[in-house]
């Protein structure tokens, strides 16, 4: 008996060593951790201002509410009483937060962030009901604000809480529960947005209820945004613009800052702000058939329409298959063997020059120049201008668009190329996609006679002393090398275009301010053809290039041009510091066509 | 009235008095340690559960001599009744008694918890060496070696309330009294073989008590074999346990200083798990010098058994080691993680009253039949 105690024991002693003398500082590292923790205190993101400093994304303190899963009672019935408790006081998703707690199982001590964006008041309830919600946590969180509302909110964009996969791929500064950009300017600036996070280090006991305090890091801010948007200008744009699908683009000729990027859109990003969207609404977001998260300025693709006969013409004169002389006749069709291309104007516009060509917008003036110049020299033109190719600007998402070649059609349809398709294209119509931004640019293009700049949001960066991190300067993103007598002939035709009371976009026509643009009629297999109109003003030294395109227009010459028009003047007041005409203009009921 | 007390004083086994005293104290520190809140800097105030086990302690000592001075066999005359008296606590605690970690074992007494399985232990023990011992020996010695007289009546004894104890359920103290009997038998003569046997026919049926048992009985088995198999769940506690004892090192980590043990991550660590802290806070010395003292105090015990005047009093000082030993080394043996998780206290040292007056007054029986050999 004294020998199998004796040898008990001894073995007991055996085994206590092994633990303590040889392997003690596996345990005493397992320990360590086991108590010490570090908790983020989250920087709050920075601002983003427009050009003149009004705030339109910022950050206000709030709470967030957590819950640490292993505080919830043992007892199965206790336990999913105080489950359904959370589901009530915080209106949440019982699915999801079953799932989150069965993913909590190797780290039952690390809070489940449950809402964001609490006020003081719903703290309060909570607190009032903490007997029924055991494991609680509430804490500081700063909170994604944007006073303006949906105002802009395809160009700010919207946060939401940091995923897994972005959490590996961009290392150190995040930490789960962190907002990250997932839209827009949130996502280009994100490495200014994000402030560093703090810390505090912690001791805790068992539950992760804190014991010590060792140590505190404050958090830094986030830098401060100053985007080249006009905020006033931006409103302005939205409101011409109403419901109506679309885009308004309003950009510096001279710099290529964005001055106002107007979409209709029904989405406000403050919904995002609290981190977890409401599954609801998040369905009734994606599943909206208008696509509201679609920034139609950079993301949606469209043919470009009688704009693009900037290009052909240019082509032709550069290419001497025109010159300012040379006519063409149009009688209201044209023949390619059996088959009939019309002219907008079905009574034919007689012999015209490019110039007037331009003006009147004729189809069938540029479908003989078309077939004169073949679609080679076309496809070069459309790549010269930027089509075919994002323009670069500073925000997510941005399409190319696309120029067709003789070898894509082949390649794609096992089909020649016919010319018929050559006449399409010189009128903007056939396989040409872009996007309303690259329409921006080829009026950039003309207005600055061969140099366009690169269009941007983002003027500067500051930190939070105000002063300047970074500083976009204006960067010209293409040259074309084309006879200043091509240019001159060009603007004038535009010129033209507006202000001649025949041309197509009279209604674009200011009696104080020379604007020089063109319409665009967009056929549309679908539905109403689409309608766009771009200018820029004033005419002699272009500062401002505009651009509305609208879904279902009808015709470039009526509200496209007048919303432009609204636009530019908008811009002249602000410039000329006078009050802003507020009166809407109304669709044309009457009056002549105003053609493609 | 001086010279008696002076003559009680020297019949007094001051050596296992001695170990006993100091178990207590260290105990007391122990759990002094363990209780207290994690933000409290000193040990003052003394927390609630420290000052209360200073009550058992004291009360325990009161136990120890009035085990001191009964005379044993009158103990042993008083044995049934105790028995049967244990055996209607338990029938009534399966009825009444208050729930905890989903086992039915204590009464609640004006916020007081008891365990009638403590008391239970002793009139078994009563019983089975007057069992043993009290009856005429068979004549014929191959029959007397192999299946005394006695066995049937024991088993019996034994199988009572062993059942009773399995359907609180409380896996350990049945266990404990299954031992407690063994190592009586053992001594009182049946064979080693046989023992043996059975133990092996009981490991040959042991599927199929598996579908017997509860399913937190076979969680606590599957989770001893692998404790990571639920780290946060069954395994949680002998996990953390077993990092405590670990972190402690060779002299661990200081008085009121173990982190594992001051930010509560082991569940019960005032109790069965105290030398968590013992191995976390004083390390492999600490628990060197304990476990040498309970080898001391044991093997002190035996002594007493060699010496003890008749065959009851050997066979009751047999009986009283055993018990008191198996429970250490279970305890001890769940704490480091290599016999699983039932839920036994270590005797002298864990917190609790019941075991603390129950491993009193065993020993102060042990300290009478100690006593007597003398007269």
Same mark, same amino acid.
């Given at each position: 008996m004294a020998y199998a105690i004796g040898l008990g024991l001894f073995l007991l002693l055996l085994r206590f060593g092994f633990l303590q003398i040889v392997e003690a500082d596996r345990y005493r590292a397992a320990a360590d951790e086991n108590s010490i923790r570090l908790y983020p205190l989250a920087a709050p993101r920075g601002e983003i201002v427009d050009r003149n400093g009004d705030v339109l994304a910022t950050s206000r303190p709030s709470f967030r509410a957590s819950l640490v899963?292993?505080? #919830?009672?043992?007892d199965e019935t206790e336990r999913e009483a105080a489950v359904a408790a959370y589901v009530r006081a915080l209106d949440l998703d019982p699915d999801w937060l079953a799932g989150r707690l069965a993913e909590s199982w190797e780290t039952p001590i690390s809070p489940i962030r449950l809402a964001g964006g609490l006020s003081t008041e719903m703290v309060a309830r909570l607190e009032e009901r903490r007997r029924q919600l055991p494991g609680l946590v509430i804490e500081e969180e700063p909170l994604r604000v944007y006073p303006y509302g949906n105002l802009a909110a395809h160009v700010l964009g919207y946060t939401g809480e940091v995923s897994l996969a972005e959490l590996q791929e961009m290392g150190g500064r995040y930490v789960p529960g962190d907002l990250v950009g997932k839209f827009g300017v949130e996502v280009t600036a994100e490495r200014f947005l994000k402030g560093d996070n703090g810390g505090l280090e912690v001791e805790v006991d068992a539950l992760g209820r804190?014991?010590? #305090?060792r140590g505190r890091r404050p958090p830094r801010p986030g830098k401060k945004v100053v985007l080249t948007l006009d905020r006033r200008l931006q409103a302005r744009a939205e409101e011409l613009l109403g419901d109506r699908k679309g885009a308004v683009i309003a950009m510096e000729a001279q710099t290529g800052g964005i001055l106002a990027m107007a979409i209709n859109s029904r989405f406000d990003p403050n919904w995002f702000a609290s981190g977890r969207i409401s599954n609801a609404r998040w369905q009734a977001v994606v599943n909206d058939p208008s696509t509201? #998260?679609?920034?139609?300025?950079?993301q949606a693709l469209y043919a470009p329409g009688s704009i693009f006969k900037i290009v052909t013409a240019s082509a032709a004169l550069e290419q001497g298959e025109l010159n300012e002389e040379k006519t063409y006749e149009c009688g209201g069709i044209f023949w390619i063997k059996t088959w009939s291309y019309k002219c907008w104007n079905e009574a034919g516009h007689g012999w015209l020059n490019v110039e007037q060509a331009i003006v009147h917008s004729c189809d069938i003036f540029f479908y003989k120049t078309g077939i004169s110049l073949t679609v080679d020299a076309l496809a070069k033109y459309a790549d010269l201008y930027g089509f075919g190719e994002p323009t670069g600007i500073d925000l997510p998402g941005e399409k190319g668009g696309h120029v067709p070649t003789r070898a894509w059609k082949e390649r794609l349809f096992h089909l020649p190329w016919f010319p018929g398709n050559t006449v399409q294209m010189a009128i903007g119509q056939s396989y040409l996609l872009a996007t309303p931004l690259q329409l921006v640019q080829l009026l950039d293009i003309v207005a600055l006679e061969g140099r366009a700049c690169r269009p941007h949001v983002i003027r500067r960066i500051e930190d939070e002393r105000g002063r300047v991190v970074q500083e976009v300067t204006p960067q010209v993103s293409r040259r074309l090398a084309i006879a200043p007598s091509t240019w001159s002939l060009l603007k004038r035709g535009l010129w033209g275009c507006v202000n001649y009371s025949s041309g197509t976009g009279f209604r674009a026509h200011l009696p104080r301010l020379d604007v020089s643009g063109k319409t665009s009629t967009i056929q549309n297999p679908q539905g109403e053809n689409h309608a766009a109109f771009a200018c820029y003003a004033p005419s002699d030294k272009p500062e401002i290039v505009v651009v509305t395109f609208i879904e279902h227009g009808v015709q470039g010459g009526t509200i496209a041009a007048l919303i432009s028009r609204s636009v530019v003047s908008a811009w002249d007041d602000l410039r000329r510091g006078v009050e802003m005409e507020t009166d809407m203009p109304t669709e044309p009921v009457s009056g002549p066509p105003r053609g493609d | 009235m001086w010279y008696r007390v002076r003559r009680f004083a020297e019949s007094l086994n001051w050596l296992l008095l001695a170990c006993l005293l100091l178990l207590m104290a260290a105990g007391w520190g122990l759990v002094l340690s363990a209780a207290?809140?994690?933000?409290?800097?000193? %040990?003052? %105030?003394? %927390?609630a559960f420290a000052a209360r086990q200073a009550v058992w302690a004291m009360l325990g000592l009161i136990a120890l001599m009035a085990g001191a001075m009964v005379d044993y066999h009158v103990l042993l005359r008083l044995g049934p009744w105790l028995y049967a008296i244990g055996l209607i606590l338990l029938t009534l605690v399966l009825g009444v008694g208050h729930t905890s970690f989903g086992a039915r074992r204590w009464f609640a007494l004006r916020g007081i918890f008891m365990q009638p399985g403590e008391f239970t232990k002793l009139g078994m023990l009563l019983v089975l060496v007057r069992l043993a011992a009290g009856q005429a020996r068979d004549p014929d010695p191959l029959r007397r070696r192999l299946f005394p007289r006695w066995l049937p009546a024991s088993l019996l004894v034994v199988a009572i309330p062993v059942a009773l104890i399995l359907g609180q359920p409380n896996l350990g103290t049945a266990l404990l009294l299954v031992l407690l009997a063994l190592a009586v038998w053992l001594v009182a003569g049946l064979p080693w073989s046989l023992i043996a046997g059975s133990i092996a026919a009981a490991s040959g049926v042991a599927p199929a008590v598996w579908s017997f048992l509860k399913d937190y009985q076979r969680a606590r088995i599957l989770n001893f074999l692998n404790p990571y198999r639920d780290p946060l769940g069954g395994g949680y506690t002998v996990i953390q346990a077993v990092t405590a004892i670990g972190s402690g090192g060779l002299t661990g980590r200081g008085f009121l200083e173990g982190p594992q043990n001051r930010l509560q991550f082991i569940p019960k660590h005032h109790t069965d798990f105290i030398v968590s802290v013992l191995g976390e806070e004083f390390g492999w010395v600490g628990c060197l010098s304990i476990v040498f003292v309970y080898l001391l105090l044991y093997l002190e015990g035996l002594r007493i058994a060699h010496r003890a005047r008749d065959y009851p009093g050997m066979l009751l000082a047999v009986g009283i080691v055993s018990l008191l030993a198996s429970q250490t080394l279970i305890n001890l043996g769940m704490n480091v993680g290599v016999v699983p998780v039932t839920g036994l206290p270590l005797p002298l040292l864990s917190y609790g009253g019941s075991s603390m007056l129950m491993a009193c007054l065993l020993l102060g029986i042990l300290l009478n039949v100690g006593r007597q050999r003398r007269r």
């Open positions: 899963p292993r505080q #919830l009672p043992e804190q014991v010590a #305090l509201p #998260l679609q920034n139609r300025a950079i | 207290m809140p994690p933000n409290q800097e000193g %040990p003052w %105030p003394i %927390p």
